[in-house]
């Protein structure tokens, strides 16, 4: 994967997880305005998306961001919200990590695109 790829990849996070972080808030008060904001900021992540799959195809940037979000989400929730995973939630973390690492090693693994 490219430093382009990668660089993309972590501000299309950094979007989704800003989405995430406005619609828990709004679960929590309901303001329209965060509401309104998490839309946006979602639609912003799935247009940054299209350009993913077009470098690294869809299976590998849609599974890369999945698991990349499931991962970040859960830390944005523990660190700032106060939620914690049960251990089998925790344990399909851990492998949701293990897969993407196999994915992103599979370029090197003989001769794969």
């Known amino acids: 994967m490219s430093a382009g790829f990668l660089t993309w990849l972590g501000g ?21 305005m965060l509401l309104g904001l998490a839309l946006v900021l979602y639609t912003l992540g799935n247009l940054m998306m299209v350009r993913l799959m077009r470098e690294g195809g ?16 859960a830390l944005v929730a523990f660190m700032f919200f106060g939620e914690r995973p049960l ?3 925790m344990a399909g973390i851990v492998l949701g990590v293990v897969a993407v690492a196999l994915i ?10």
Not at 12 to 32: E, I, T
Not at 58 to 73: D, F, G, P, R, T
Not at 104 to 113: C, D, E, F, T
């Open 58 to 73: 869809m299976a590998v940037a849609i599974s890369v961001s999945a698991v990349l979000q499931l991962v970040l989400a």
């Open 87 to 89: 251990p089998l939630q």
């Open 104 to 113: 992103l090693i599979a370029p090197n693994v003989g001769g794969a695109r």
């Open 12 to 32: 299309a996070m950094a979007v989704f997880l800003g989405a995430s972080a406005a619609l828990r808030s709004y679960v929590d008060n309901q303001r329209l």
